[in-house]
């Protein structure tokens, strides 16, 4: 089992992502700022080269030596990314981080990208370009000259660029000699305050030593606890603080295969992706996270009793009011992968997991002592109709977890989830001593698991993706992981054989189903499938296997560590949206389900 390691034919997203729970940037290679949504995660791209190489903008530090190279890393145990070029005069350092730190008893993440360049060796010529547009491409803003710094004029809010290089370098894209270190920092509404030097290196300072504090505070086995601690890093950037919401990545379009149509606005807070991102941070010792999203949906909850609405949708923005409509923009796209859409049908979709999803979600609020969380009636009304839209909705068929857009089945993932809310309703019941939350949690989890085994195909001795059809679907190696079959029991091993069987590449790589769907059939893998597919070999016993499949797909990973969210098994090639909350959340998962299984006691003398 190997990774294929052909540079000609792998496709690697060459981006690190840095940000504050504020705002999300991804940085390329050679340090050019290609994405960049203000004031929110879900806004216009300030700087979108990643969709449209003319049309986008970027915000970039280039050297004129043609023939430079670069190497980037994150300084250790932060979201602060360092790129370093090499040229023919010289060599130099670009750091690139956004503010956060704790002052005056709150979080400061302001709308602030901070860039520092410092010379390293030489005296290397570079230019800077910086070219914010407004309404994904179609506002071009006027450029307005203060003493030390450019005005971007005419977008939603003002956008500065403050710096001690010449701004007339910057206006006319020219070349000059880097004799010193030189400073950038770009805000969106509220200016910088106070001195340029002064405060980027104060703001540096303080926000590494946010990060290496945060985590320290982060609960992790030995096994693979670098790309764990990248992974939690990464997972955290994805949650929009000043609401509680988490996206699902903080890009929209790019493609899960070329040429696919298959691409998605995915900056949005899908209840599914957040159950599973919220429960790689608890068991990763950071709850803050959690309380925070109960206020969301506590929110939600409230304007869907006011809206008198019979369901969750499956997805909300991250601000829960408007849903987003998707359209498409006159963009070029990904490597001229169209199209660009923004907004995401799938809120239409009937996808009744999601009640499932927000009990078990909820569940440590109410059961894990060392959280404080003070629950109102309207959680415990949350709960409750949770179990009712469940009654209601037990013989629904629905669009499944995978979205599909012209096909509704009764899912055996629904089932699973219905079972495990219910399951998580009757520990919720039991602490709050609510005798009829208790009722119908029993005996909705009985029903929830016929439904579950009418799935069931025994001649075959494996579950299929829905009532009364013959195909298997890679979500159903949850029914181990999440323990509704006994991962010892020889049903669930037959179950994760046949799983093998079907859907399991040679390297170690699953498809989400091998049925065509409306966009024809999947031709690339899913990779939360296969770190749910590592999970399980560890929790039936199968820990050499494991920890082989564990360590062939972290090769999957980009330069820095970062996880796409689809992967070219032939090739090896990075696709979909990125970085992916899923598939960083399976390796976390993976993990620990492998470190559980080989942790050995440590006794000191």
């Not at 309207?378 to 857009?405: A, K, Q, S, Y």
Request: proline share 4%; with cysteine; hydrophobic share 35%.
């Amino acid at each position: 089992m190997s990774t294929p390691q052909n540079s000609e034919e792998t496709h690697k997203y060459p981006y690190g992502i840095i940000g504050n729970c504020a705002f999300l940037a991804l940085v390329s290679d050679k340090a050019s700022i290609d994405w960049l949504c203000f004031p929110r995660f879900d806004s216009s791209f300030l700087f979108g080269k990643l969709l449209d190489e003319e049309k986008g903008g970027s915000f970039s530090i280039v050297p004129e030596d043609p023939n430079f190279t670069t190497t980037q890393t994150y300084i250790t145990n932060t979201n602060i990314i360092e790129t370093k070029f090499e040229t023919v005069d010289g060599s130099f350092l670009v750091v690139d981080f956004a503010p956060r730190f704790e002052q005056q008893q709150r979080t400061f993440k302001p709308l602030m990208l901070m860039r520092k360049i410092i010379l390293l060796s030489g005296s290397p010529r570079i230019k800077v370009i910086c070219n914010p547009t407004g309404d994904y491409g179609e506002i071009v803003p006027d450029k307005l000259f203060g003493s030390n710094h450019i005005r971007y004029q005419g977008l939603e809010q003002r956008v500065r660029l403050t710096t001690d290089i010449s701004l007339s370098y910057i206006s006319e894209e020219e070349y000059f000699v880097l004799t010193d270190s030189k400073y950038l920092t770009l805000t969106w509404g509220i200016p910088l305050e106070g001195g340029l030097k002064e405060t980027t290196g104060n703001f540096l300072k303080k926000t590494i030593d946010y990060w290496r504090t945060w985590v320290k505070n982060t609960t992790t086995e030995f096994f693979e606890q670098e790309a764990i601690i990248r992974s939690a890093l990464t997972l955290k950037l994805h949650q929009y603080e000043d609401t509680g919401a988490i996206i699902a990545a903080a890009t929209t379009s790019l493609p899960e295969a070329p040429n696919s149509t298959r691409n998605w606005d995915y900056r949005f807070c899908w209840m599914r992706d957040t159950h599973y991102t919220l429960k790689a941070l608890n068991d990763l010792s950071h709850f803050t996270e959690l309380e925070k999203y109960a206020n969301y949906i506590e929110n939600i909850a409230l304007k869907r009793e006011s809206r008198d609405s019979e369901r969750l949708n499956p997805l909300y923005p991250i601000v829960p009011n408007k849903l987003p409509e998707e359209k498409i923009l006159d963009l070029n796209g990904y490597k001229g992968n169209k199209p660009v859409r923004i907004g995401n049908q799938a809120y239409e979709h009937i996808q009744n997991d999601v009640y499932g999803q927000v009990m078990v979600t909820l569940l440590p609020l109410f059961t894990d002592k060392r959280l404080t969380y003070n629950s109102t009636p309207h959680m415990r009304e949350l709960v409750m109709g949770g179990l009712r839209l469940i009654e209601r909705t037990m013989d629904e068929p629905d669009n499944g977890l995978w979205e599909f857009r012209g096909l509704k089945q009764k899912h055996c993932f629904t089932f699973l989830f219905h079972w495990a809310g219910c399951q998580a309703a009757l520990r919720i019941a039991e602490e709050m001593e609510d005798f009829q939350m208790h009722n119908l949690s029993h005996e909705l989890s009985l029903e929830s698991a016929k439904r579950i085994e009418e799935c069931y195909d025994k001649e075959r001795g494996v579950y299929t993706q829905a009532i009364g059809v013959k195909h298997l679907d890679a979500s159903l190696l949850q029914l181990i992981n999440m323990e509704y079959l006994d991962p010892n029991s020889e049903k669930a091993k037959r179950h994760l054989m046949e799983m093998e069987k079907e859907l399991k590449t040679d390297e170690g790589l699953f498809f989400r189903y091998k049925h065509a769907d409306d966009f024809g059939e999947p031709e690339t893998t899913f990779l939360i499938c296969a770190f749910w597919y590592v999970e399980a070999l560890a929790r039936v016993g199968r820990i050499e296997e494991a920890i082989e499949t564990f360590n062939n797909i972290k090769g999957y990973s980009n330069h820095l560590g970062l996880l796409s969210e689809d992967v070219d098994a032939h090739t090896g090639s990075q696709w979909g949206n990125f970085p992916q909350t899923y598939s960083h959340v399976g390796l976390v998962n993976a993990a620990f389900a492998i470190s559980r299984k080989t942790a050995k006691p440590i006794y000191l003398k």
